[in-house]
């Protein structure tokens, strides 16, 4: 992939399902209203001013180890789109690493949430092209005064959904210690929470725009 947006949109892309689903689904009938953001840890209410929500935040960013695998198979890839010479420096593949928390004024609300999602994301944890295309258009035009919706404007979303291709969501299962040294960092209150490791990002180091 060769637009620098990649990352955000598979952010994106991510926080979309969790809400697609979620309007589509009777979980809203025993939980209540429910959103769906994606800020850091401490910036969402907790105590009185806390509700039904569930939060995706992105903690760290580590190189694929399939790099030399995906560099030949994206310049085929790419080659057979663009027609064009590639750059000669090989694309930086990345695995984006999430922390997805869940949170609830009332009794069960987490837990229900916690269940609800582990159980989508675990049905649908290979995300297409078409899937891709559908979220990044929606983010796209939901809020189009918001940071990613402008950035998006600047580029062929079509074209974006293609590079990217498709990608695999899978759980990551910290011990208590990372859980604790995570949350630590974050210096704010423990909620219920489960990582997910999203595979796999690839920039190209090619200045073309898309």
Do not use: C
Not at 75 to 90: C, F, G, I, V
Not at 102 to 123: P, S, T
Not at 187 to 200: D, E, F, W
């Amino acid at each position: 992939m060769t637009n620098p947006l990649a990352i955000a949109a598979i952010t994106a892309v991510f926080k979309d399902i969790l809400e697609n689903h979620l309007i589509h689904d009777l979980i809203t009938t025993s939980v209540g209203s429910v959103s769906v953001t994606a800020l850091p840890p401490d910036r969402i209410s907790v105590g009185t001013d806390e509700h039904a929500q569930i939060n995706l935040f992105l903690y760290q960013v580590t190189q694929n180890r399939n790099v030399d695998w995906v560099s030949q198979e994206l310049r085929q890839h790419r080659d057979r789109l663009t027609k064009e010479a590639l750059s000669k420096n090989p694309p930086l593949a990345l695995d984006l690493h999430y922390l997805l928390t869940v949170y609830g004024a009332k009794d069960f609300q987490a837990e229900i949430l916690l269940g609800y999602v582990m159980q989508l994301l675990h049905e649908t944890s290979i995300i297409t092209h078409d899937s891709i295309y559908t979220a990044l258009k929606n983010a796209s035009e939901v809020n189009t005064s918001n940071v990613l919706s402008q950035a998006l404007a600047t580029v062929s979303i079509s074209n974006l959904a293609e590079q990217i291709g498709q990608i695999k969501i899978s759980p990551e299962f910290f011990s208590m210690e990372e859980t604790s040294k995570i949350w630590s960092i974050l210096q704010t209150q423990y909620r219920p929470s489960i990582g997910y490791q999203v595979s796999m990002v690839v920039i190209d180091s090619q200045s073309e725009n898309y």
